[in-house]
């Protein structure tokens, strides 16, 4: 599978091209368009359990939909609920991703993803206390809420990061989840809740905007009208 990302970096689609035969799994409903002849299955990775594990625990949809390319090949059209970039992790079968909620979109043939634990201070942050573990060799589409960066720890550095901004991180980074500041009262004042610290080596991805802080935005819009 290649990977082709236009109209980014604020309303990315990643366009998926694939050879005659080859599969890819999509995010359920994130697909936009695909080439004629593209076959397309709906079904619980994994098995019912695993399945109900994405959905209940991981805030992921409950089926994955795997497109598979007719004999002449084709492509796919993925792209995330929120605005904002995508972009493709290469994996080599060393190094695994962790990717926090509603941000895995598609990865192919040959990649494995499944719900891993990833730690209470998530789950009491409203984040999501589970993740979705990428392992295996081929390509992973990410995608963000707002524009994407990247960060690059070197051995024993360490940066803070807040929770609803975690995009994805490599296997080789140690995390750990805190209150940004002591005490319920300090939390509300800083307007801040819980942060992820990072330690490296190893790289991060970090979205500029927060889904969480959109939805209550949206929830007090409307609570007002």
């Known amino acids: 599978m290649k990977v082709d990302i236009r109209q980014r970096p604020s309303f990315a689609v990643a366009r998926l091209l694939l050879d005659p035969g080859e599969p890819v799994r999509v995010e359920s409903g994130a697909m936009v368009a695909t080439s004629h002849g593209v076959d397309v299955s709906a079904k619980a990775q994994g098995g019912l359990m695993k399945g109900l594990s994405r959905a209940v625990l991981g805030g992921e949809s409950f089926f994955v939909s795997t497109y598979t390319a007719p004999q002449d090949g084709g492509w796919v059209d993925v792209a995330s609920n929120l605005p904002g970039d995508s972009q493709v992790i290469d994996l080599d079968g060393s190094v695994g991703w962790c990717v926090t909620r509603g941000c895995w979109l598609a990865s192919s043939h040959g990649v494995e993803t499944e719900t891993k634990w990833g730690g209470f201070g998530k789950l009491v942050g409203g984040e999501g206390g589970f993740l979705t573990h990428v392992t295996g060799q081929g390509q992973l589409v990410i995608a963000c809420y ?65 889904p969480s802080a959109l939805v209550s935005w949206l929830a007090g819009r409307v609570g007002k009208g």
């Open 146 to 210: 707002g524009a994407l960066e990247s960060v690059v720890l070197q051995p024993g550095e360490t940066i803070t990061i807040d929770s609803g901004h975690v995009v994805a991180y490599a296997d080789t980074v140690q995390s750990t989840t805190r209150k940004v500041a002591a005490g319920v009262l300090q939390s509300v004042k800083s307007g801040e809740a819980l942060v992820f610290d990072f330690t490296g080596p190893g790289q991060v991805y970090t979205q500029t905007r927060n």
